[in-house]
């Protein structure tokens, strides 16, 4: 085991981060600072490797390597960002290269979604399991996949997007985002309140409909609130007919579920552990799978980001 150390970013829309990590990827420093992604690429890219330069040791030959963890969609074999929405004006930006240029240490570039089912399998809720599906249900629903211990990100590295799965709903073609993300908890609660029912939201937005977020509707549900539990739940079982059909591609050991919308806890879960049962075709691809949530929290992506460096991109297990 090398006792080099090994530096993990994150690029985010809102905020960027780096940190550096032992062989056993123990967090040992971290710095952060606002992304400013309206002042485009060359400026954000200029202060994302000076912020890389604050945690890395004065001899380079101490590092392993340098993960970076950025939003979709990217090619991770180039190291090139393509045109993240949360990235305006990032258009086939080398990332990777950039990085290797500037620090001279081998680099990966990571979708923030695989990397963090990465860091769920190598330090998470999924340790010590070789088959891994990982779901975050957000502002949008991210992906992961590892089967034998390997990262499955496609020929283009654009594979692992769960998300967009086709589903149908009211006989028009959507996806498992478009139906069960925080945004879509938002609109079909605004619509059932503009549909007349009663809730307690409507007080907590002060009658201000467009105001309601799929948070409120999480603090209404964990209160009890009758229909934001309905919605709570409905995204629940959306969710998991997406795991079901996950289920029949990967056959997974177990499902780790993270991002904002799985802080409703049981009132997501458990719907959700009753579609899988309900609809898997047989009751062996779901005996014995967990569907959990994430462990590793706000620090997810930063870890991923560090084991692309151990797991050489996620393809050495």
């Given at each position: 085991?090398?006792?080099?150390?090994?530096?993990?970013?994150?690029?985010?829309?809102?905020?960027?981060?780096?940190?550096?990590?032992d062989?056993?990827l123990?967090?040992?420093?971290?710095?952060?600072?606002?992304?400013?992604?309206?002042?485009?690429?060359?400026?954000?890219?200029e202060?994302?490797?000076?912020?890389?330069?604050?945690?890395?040791?004065?001899?380079?030959?101490?590092?392993?390597?340098?993960?970076?963890?950025?939003?979709?969609?990217?090619?991770?074999?180039?190291?090139?960002?393509?045109s993240?929405?949360?990235?305006?004006?990032?258009?086939?930006?080398?990332?990777?290269?950039?990085?290797?240029?500037?620090?001279?240490?081998?680099?990966?570039?990571?979708?923030?979604?695989?990397?963090?089912?990465?860091?769920?399998?190598?330090?998470?809720?999924?340790?010590?399991?070789?088959?891994?599906?990982?779901?975050?249900v957000?502002?949008?629903?991210?992906?992961?996949?590892?089967?034998?211990?390997?990262?499955?990100?496609g020929?283009?590295?654009?594979?692992?997007e769960?998300?967009?799965?086709i589903?149908?709903?009211?006989?028009?073609?959507?996806t498992?985002?478009k139906?069960?993300a925080?945004?879509?908890?938002?609109?079909k609660?605004?619509?059932?309140?503009?549909?007349?029912?009663?809730?307690?939201?409507?007080?907590?937005?002060?009658?201000?409909?467009?105001?309601i977020?799929?948070?409120?509707?999480g603090?209404?549900?964990?209160?009890?609130?009758?229909?934001?539990?309905?919605?709570?739940?409905?995204?629940?079982?959306?969710?998991?007919?997406?795991?079901v059909?996950?289920?029949?591609?990967?056959?997974?050991?177990?499902?780790?579920?993270?991002?904002?919308?799985?802080?409703a806890?049981?009132?997501?879960?458990?719907?959700?552990?009753?579609?899988?049962?309900?609809?898997?075709?047989d009751?062996?691809?779901?005996?014995?799978?967990?569907?959990?949530p994430?462990?590793?929290?706000?620090?997810?992506?930063?870890?991923?980001a560090?084991?692309l460096?151990?797991?050489?991109?996620?393809?050495?297990?």
């Amino acid at each position: 085991m090398t006792d080099k150390l090994i530096i993990g970013v994150d690029l985010g829309g809102t905020q960027m981060r780096a940190a550096s990590f032992d062989a056993e990827l123990n967090m040992l420093e971290r710095v952060a600072e606002p992304t400013l992604a309206h002042e485009g690429p060359d400026r954000v890219v200029e202060r994302l490797l000076a912020l890389v330069a604050r945690v890395l040791p004065e001899e380079r030959e101490a590092i392993e390597g340098i993960g970076v963890s950025a939003p979709g969609p990217i090619n991770p074999y180039t190291g090139t960002i393509f045109s993240p929405p949360n990235l305006p004006g990032w258009v086939s930006v080398p990332l990777r290269k950039l990085i290797q240029e500037r620090f001279g240490v081998t680099s990966y570039l990571g979708n923030d979604a695989n990397v963090a089912a990465l860091a769920e399998a190598e330090r998470g809720a999924a340790y010590g399991y070789k088959y891994v599906i990982y779901l975050t249900v957000s502002t949008g629903i991210g992906g992961g996949i590892i089967d034998d211990g390997r990262l499955i990100i496609g020929a283009g590295g654009l594979g692992g997007e769960a998300g967009h799965m086709i589903i149908v709903t009211d006989g028009r073609p959507s996806t498992l985002e478009k139906e069960a993300a925080g945004p879509a908890i938002a609109r079909k609660t605004v619509q059932r309140l503009k549909d007349g029912a009663q809730s307690s939201i409507r007080d907590m937005v002060g009658g201000n409909l467009d105001a309601i977020t799929a948070k409120h509707v999480g603090l209404a549900a964990a209160d009890g609130d009758p229909l934001a539990v309905e919605m709570i739940q409905e995204a629940g079982r959306l969710v998991g007919l997406g795991i079901v059909s996950l289920m029949h591609l990967f056959n997974p050991q177990i499902v780790v579920i993270g991002g904002g919308v799985s802080k409703a806890g049981d009132l997501l879960f458990e719907p959700m552990r009753q579609a899988v049962c309900q609809y898997t075709i047989d009751p062996s691809y779901c005996n014995n799978v967990p569907i959990v949530p994430a462990a590793l929290g706000d620090d997810v992506a930063l870890i991923g980001a560090a084991a692309l460096v151990t797991t050489q991109g996620g393809r050495r297990p």
